[in-house]
């Protein structure tokens, strides 16, 4: 039995300032607090419920941006068929995402901030972790099975993959994160949100003590609409990525004008494929440029034993997406 003080806040203010004097977790749906409470690998002496914010959930349709408020949940958003037609990556990544149970009740903020499955990571039995316990090594790189780590983004210290959806339509699509903490208000670029691991992977994201992810913002683009998450795995109904792609096109005639490419299930932080867009920009996009620029997007990739045949996969993948997007723009069978 361990012991942890409940903290229900009824105004932002007051979550704010629970959660920077108790230095607790935030809990929202609790998919990830929850689970990792139960498994000992957190131990917080408070939990800060967040879920009477009512003013945070919701989200709306604009003419120049999509609002998410950060205690919106999974599954509404997901069915929401206007949001279906206008931003389908966005909605195709979220109802892939975990179990229909688990996406009525997990929240977006909670989404993006999702912790790694790493199995080393998340069984205490293992001492070597330098994300769990930093400076103890790392059982992944130490002889363990590495399958489902990350060969993007990866150092000598971790390389856990960052196993979200959600969050690679976001970064495909120029998203931002806002947030209000003890310092008051930011808007971060969600491309800045997460940090590789480097020597520390214990830091995950660049958010401050105390601050809470409010609502999240994407403009809308033509490539919006033409956008498709696709997303190889285990089991189709319910399994992390081995790879996945959200991608996004807006078509000039035969050729390509805009791009969006982020992949998933190979990186440790949400990963957009720059070198893979501009591989196709001002081009025509065929089966031929779509494969070329799903190998692009995997040129650097590290071949880590055990999860080297990501690359092929993920190669595929962008490619298989590409297509899919280009037969959803104007013009584009
Ligand atoms: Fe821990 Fe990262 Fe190594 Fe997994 S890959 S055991 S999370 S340090």
């Known amino acids: 039995m361990r012991n942890f003080v409940y903290h229900s806040p009824k ?89 229909p149970q688990l996406r009525n009740v997990a929240r977006l903020g909670g989404n993006i901030l999702q912790r790694t499955r790493c199995p080393y990571f998340r069984d205490t039995a293992y001492a070597q972790c330098n994300k769990r316990d930093p400076g103890s090594g790392c059982a992944a790189l130490d002889g363990g099975v590495t399958s489902h780590h990350a060969i993007l983004g990866g150092s000598s210290a971790c390389v856990a993959m960052y196993p979200g959806d959600w969050a690679q339509a976001l970064i495909a699509f120029d998203a931002a994160v806002h947030t209000h903490g003890p310092g008051g208000r930011r808007t971060i670029p969600f491309a800045d949100l997460h940090v590789l691991p480097g020597d520390t992977p214990d830091v995950e994201t660049i958010l401050k003590s105390g601050e809470i992810v409010t609502g999240i913002t994407v403009p809308v683009v033509p490539a919006l609409k033409a956008s498709h998450y696709l997303k190889a795995r285990d089991r189709e109904s319910y399994a992390f990525a081995s790879a996945s792609a959200a991608v996004g096109v807006e078509m000039d005639g035969d050729t390509v004008r805009d791009v969006r490419i982020a992949l998933g299930g190979v990186a440790t932080t949400p990963w957009r494929a720059r070198a893979a867009e501009d591989s196709l920009k001002g081009k025509p996009l065929t089966e031929e440029t779509a494969r070329e620029a799903g190998r692009i997007a995997f040129a650097d990739a590290s071949e880590l034993e055990g999860s080297a045949y990501k690359i092929k996969l993920g190669a595929d993948v962008v490619a298989g997406a590409l297509m899919t997007a280009k037969s959803r723009a104007p013009g584009g069978k």
């Open 11 to 99: 105004n932002l203010s007051d979550a704010i300032d629970a959660v920077t004097e108790s230095g607790g977790d935030i809990l929202a749906g609790g998919t990830t607090v929850i689970d990792l409470m139960k498994i000992g690998v957190r131990e917080p002496s408070a939990l800060v419920d967040i879920t009477g914010l009512t003013d945070l959930e919701g989200h709306e349709i604009g003419a120049d941006s999509l609002r998410f408020g950060a205690l919106a949940r999974m599954a509404l958003v997901a069915d929401d068929p206007d949001l279906v037609t206008a931003a389908p990556a966005l909605t195709e990544s979220l109802w892939k995402a975990a179990s």
